[in-house]
């Protein structure tokens, strides 16, 4: 009986470890999506912004990684990285004290860039997983705008 006893502690101890890493492992993947675009970056870049603003979506900052760097004396490939904004959806997280802790991942965002292989690439953040972690309007939130930034970036991805 008592064998049993320690044999199932380290079974469940084995366990949790194995399960605490493979989700250590595998939480980069899940928080953060990639795909290929079918344009090239120029193209992608017009696709996208054009595909955000007929969505109602606004655009208020574009950051241009590839001049940064360049005025950091550092060579880059082309990145743009778009600050996404829609105010209806911005609207109901801030006008909530509690739900106002989420701002720091405001406005949402999504990149476009080249890759050494030659091909354009566009990674988002799985604002989906992450609002459903915190439930309550957050979830409901985060998730149509997960929804509407798949659909922007469906766009220009092959």
């Not at 979506?57 to 600050?83: C, R, S």
């Not at 989420?102 to 354009?120: A, H, N, Q, T």
Request: proline share 3%; with cysteine.
């Amino acid at each position: 009986m008592r064998k049993e006893i320690i044999f199932g502690i380290v079974g469940l101890v084995a366990g949790i470890l194995l399960t605490s890493l493979f989700a250590y492992r595998a939480a980069p993947g899940m928080m953060l999506k990639e795909a290929e675009s079918k344009y090239n970056f120029e193209q992608s870049v017009e696709v996208f912004e054009q595909t955000a603003h007929d969505m109602g979506w606004k655009i208020p900052t574009v950051h241009d990684m590839k001049e940064t760097m360049d005025g950091f004396g550092k060579e880059v490939l082309n990145a743009k990285v778009f600050e996404l904004c829609h105010p209806e959806h911005a609207y109901e997280i801030l006008k909530l004290d509690d739900e106002r802790i989420v701002s720091s991942m405001m406005p949402c965002r999504v990149s476009i860039y080249e890759k050494s292989d030659g091909k354009v690439y566009v990674s988002w953040m799985n604002t989906s997983m992450m609002g459903n972690m915190m439930g309550g309007v957050i979830a409901d939130v985060m998730g149509i705008a997960s929804q509407e930034s798949e659909q922007m970036i469906s766009s220009i991805k092959k």
